[in-house]
Every structure is written in C-alpha cells, then in structure tokens.
C-alpha cells in the first residue's frame, strides 16, 4: 500500500510525535508499503531527504521550535497523485492536517488521523488561556476529526476525550509502540553506566533518580523537584537528574535555589536520542509527574531498560504499570514523595517474565501491525460508507478478505 502521512512536526524536530510518525514508518515499511511523510519546510533539515516532501511554513504562535504549514495545497495534490497514494495518515490538526484532508478529498481516498495532543492542557500557552478556550478545542477538533475516515487513539484517555467532544467516526485504540532493541541494549555495560554516573556527579551507591521530556509546565516537573526534599529525608544521597530541554528549565533551576536543592540536581539538557538509552539504564528509578501525556513513549523506554517507574497515573499508565514490579502509579501530585519512598524501600526485584510480555506489548512490531489492521477497515469503510466507488474496486476486494481472515484467526 501507498500511504502519505501529514504532519507539522518531524525531523530534526524533536517530539514524541516526530518519533511516533518515524516509528510507524519504519514498521509499515518492514511490511512492503511504501510511506510518504508531507511536512514542514525546517532550517536544520538536510538538503536531500528520502520519501519526504517538504511544504512551506512559518515557525507556530507561543511554540517556536515547532512550525506550521502554510501553502502548498497544489504541490502536496501533485506529488500525491502522482505517488498514487491509497491513504493518508495525518498527525495533526492545523496546517498540514488540513492539506492532507483536501488532498484525500481530491483523490477519493480514506483519511485516517491520529490524535496525539491534549490540547486543553497546552491552552496557557495562548494568551495566558484568556483567548483560547476548552470549549473552544471541544468544537474545532469536533469539526477537524469528524471529517475523517478514522481515528487512532493512543490511549483510553483519548477515547473519552473525543467522545466527551461528540467525535462519531470509528475509534481505535492503539498505543504508541517503541523500537524495543534501542534500549534492551546488552551492549552497555556496567562500566558504561559508572562512567555516566561519574559524569553526572554521582557517586557509587548514591541514588540516581531520572526524569527525561521536554521542559514545559504542563510536564509538571516542578512538583518532582518542590517534593524532592522530602525524599532526600530518607535518602540523603539521591540525587535527581533532569534530562531535557524547555522554556520552563530557568523557572525549575530558580525553584531549586529556592528551596537549597541546587546540589542535589542536575539539568543536563537535550541528550542526542541515540545516548537515551545510557540514562535510564544508569538510573535507579524514572520519576513523572505529567498529566497530559496521551502515549508516553518515555514510559515504555524506562520499562524497556528495565528502570522501574514511580509515576503519575491515568488510565494508560495504570495499565502499562500492572506489575509492582516494573513501578507504580500515584493518583495525585501530593502523592508522589511518600509513594516513591514506599515503593523504594520495598526494593521489589524486576520480574523478567512480566518484562518479557510487557516488551511485546509495547513493540513497534505490535504498533506497526495493529495500525495497517486499522487501515485495512477504513479502506473498506469508506467505500460502503460513500454512494459512489472512489477506492480501486481490486484494493477494497484485497482488503475485505484480508480482514475476513484476521476475524477468521487465519492470519497470525
């Protein structure tokens, strides 16, 4: 299958969006299809790129390390006609989401989307959330998804979420899925981690305690480090190490002098996506306590290195955490220091075989298969949801027995 994926952000942007979208299309790609990523122009992107096409843009109000398409209806119409493409896949809601709906539009082919943000908890970005309101978001992403084939919903969160906004086009979950080899990693050793703890400044038997995403409030990283304190009560040698970068890492560094934990954590900055890996499996523990996560691929890395997670819950965490022994959710932000020494001092070893099982959950092999499964439907949805015959009667006739044999338990 041919299949355009539009999206503005990807790249050398860096997003678990941007690693979502590059996940995907490496598995589709393993499968035989061919994947076509429309996306914004970037001053940082190489000149000469692969299977990508590059639409012109402007860098996005309140976020300017993120852009957004603005032209380009016709080249993007062009290219994908002459790609032949069977579907498109759009990964946002503005710009280039808007393209991708009229160029399916042209081509008479299904749109599916992937709703990946919970805009309510971004709103304070906009004019300190005085113009902008939820119910505002409620009727934009309404209108927006309504007018697609399909909807993937990385968690159940999203699911209530764009039903609460009346969304009545078929809905599947599908988690986010990682490339679990990247952070396995039996080629580092345990002298690569005492070097990286070295480097950190911590010393052998201290504690190292990770949090790692992007340094923005509604991460709330701030209720990590105001409770620190309390955990350094009764572990007077952990120290927290904060990997990322943000517009709000100057009010965290100030919060840390405020409160005279500046010697207890580090801020290291963006770390190169290839080196992620060292920091978990050099950690001791991995610590959030975001509330507007709708994938968490960062979870999912720390579970696959084997770093336990004490973190905020909701309803994809509590069911990615099922076992004590991969880490816990906290219901609430006051919560989060008495549950991390709690389970801390309970010291539950990693169980392997639940390790084992919850690494296939969360494998981009998994990923990869459950969205051409859901593609596989849409296709055949569109055309008995439209009067005329707008899909290749031989495309809709290989997809329907395709699906006949999954429901059949034939295809493993």
């Known amino acids: 299958m041919r299949i355009g994926f539009f999206t503005d952000t990807y790249f050398p942007q860096v997003s678990g969006v941007a690693t979502s979208i590059r996940t995907l299309k490496k598995e589709l790609e393993k499968q035989g299809h061919e994947v076509y990523i429309f996306t914004t122009t970037d001053p940082d992107a190489d000149e000469f790129e692969k299977d990508i096409v590059r639409m012109p ?26 790609l032949e493409l069977e579907l498109i896949h759009t990964h946002t809601e503005f710009g280039a989401g808007f393209l991708g709906k009229m160029v399916a539009n042209r081509l008479r082919i299904p ?21 902008v309101r939820p119910t505002h978001v409620k009727h934009f992403i309404k209108m927006f998804i309504n007018h697609s084939t399909g909807v993937v919903c990385p968690s159940k ?13 078929p809905m599947r979950i599908i988690p986010t899925g990682i490339e679990v080899a990247q952070f396995i990693r039996s080629d580092i050793t345990r002298e690569d981690t005492e070097r990286l703890r070295e480097k950190l400044g911590i010393k052998p038997g201290e504690l190292m305690i990770l ?10 990283i701030h ?4 409770q620190f304190p309390e955990i350094l009560m009764s572990y007077p040698t952990a120290r927290l190490v904060i990997v990322g970068k943000g517009p709000y890492r100057e009010e965290l560094e100030e919060l840390t002098r405020e409160l005279g934990i500046e010697d207890y954590v580090q801020f290291t900055g963006e770390v190169d996506h290839q080196d992620v890996a060292y920091y978990y499996h050099a950690a001791d523990y991995f610590v959030s306590a975001s509330t507007s996560e709708t994938q968490g691929l960062t979870y999912a890395e720390a579970i696959a290195s084997g770093t336990q997670c004490i973190v905020e819950g909701n309803d994809y965490l509590n069911q990615l955490l099922d076992d004590e022994s991969l880490g816990i959710t906290f219901e609430k ?4 220091s008495d549950s991390f020494i709690r389970y801390a001092q309970q010291q539950i070893p990693l169980d392997p075989h639940v390790r084992q099982n919850k690494l296939i959950e969360i494998s981009a092999e998994r990923f990869g298969s459950e969205i051409f499964k859901f593609y596989q439907e849409m296709i055949v949805y569109y055309d008995e949801n439209h009067s005329e015959e ?8 290989k997809m329907r027995v395709r699906i006949n044999s999954l429901r059949n338990g034939e295809d493993k």
């Open 223 to 226: 209720v990590i480090v105001q």
């Open 57 to 82: 843009s402007v860098p996005f109000v309140s976020f300017t390390d993120r852009r957004i398409v603005v032209r380009g209806i016709w080249f993007a119409y062009r290219i994908a006609k002459e």
């Open 390 to 397: 707008k899909i290749p009667a031989r495309t809709v006739r």
């Open 157 to 169: 969160r999203v699911v209530d979420t764009l039903q609460r906004y009346e969304v009545d086009i």
């Open 111 to 131: 749109v599916v989307h992937t709703y990946h943000t919970m805009y309510e908890d971004y709103l304070h970005y906009i004019a300190n959330g005085k113009v």
């Open 333 to 336: 932000d006051s919560d989060f």
């Open 211 to 220: 949090s790692l995403s992007r340094l923005s409030y509604e991460k709330n």
